[in-house]
């Protein structure tokens, strides 16, 4: 994973599960792919007693480029009233990253 650049994928997990399994399966399983981009999908962290929100936003400050998938559902909301997703994107854009925005349609 050393020099490789790091991919965020950000999207409400349950609604788009396949579409991000796909996109990190589709770039390892690429010969020329892999060997410049790490996939990042936070359901692949093993559990660990650290907050989530800290955990997810440590990792898109990590990242080369984030990776929005939208679909129809906004996430499940925290006391300000916003989804982790839109956290994600907004640390994205604070921090200038490449950001790369799909919506799946009906």
Known sequence: MTGKGRIF?????KELAAERRAVRDFIEGDPLLRRFFHVFLFEDLPASGQRPDDLYLGEVDRAAIYLGLFGKEYGHED??????TEHEFDRATVS???RLIFVKGS
């Open 9 to 13: 994928v950000s999207s409400v997990q």
């Open 79 to 84: 006391e300000t009233g916003v989804s982790p």
């Open 96 to 98: 200038g990253k490449e």
